[in-house]
């Protein structure tokens, strides 16, 4: 009796059995794209009941995710309800871009977008956006739903 010492991995490539690393790792890349598809139709799912639970009303929405940019189609009411979806999916963990492709069945000139920084507050914007600070109530109501107190906005 003896211990005999083998090459552990090519008596697949040898006799035709079981998979090649290049087999194994074909298999295990098309495991991971399909959980990431999987997690990212889950996460636009959950924008768009999000979305929804908001009161935002898009006709035939659809969210698609693909790395770190979200493509949102459909037919928002007006420019404000365009604006506030591609806040709620924008302002989504994981998300760096959202390509645009809604409509709007009644069109008004679009609003201007200000990135929240440390230290901002509505005031602030205010004063930034219209040269006034007192017209923060503007912006708060522009906000609505994402927004749910004038002294809670965060970066």
Partial sequence: MGLFSF?????AKVFGIGKTEEEEAAEA???????????NAKAASNMAETISDLGLDVDDLDISIDGDVAVVAGSAHDQATKE???????????????????????????ARFYTVEKGD???????????????Y???????KPMLKDVDLIYP
């Fill in 29 to 39: 890349a098309a495991v991971a794209e399909e959980k990431i598809a999987m997690e």
């Fill in 7 to 11: 090459i552990k991995n090519a008596g």
């Fill in 121 to 135: 507050s509505l005031s602030k914007i205010s004063k930034a956006m219209y040269g006034d600070p007192m017209k």
């Fill in 84 to 110: 506030k979806v591609i806040l709620v999916v924008g302002n989504s963990t994981g998300i760096a871009t959202v390509d645009d492709r809604l409509t709007v069945e009644n069109p008004e000139p679009e």
């Fill in 137 to 143: 109530p503007q912006i708060f109501e522009a906000n």
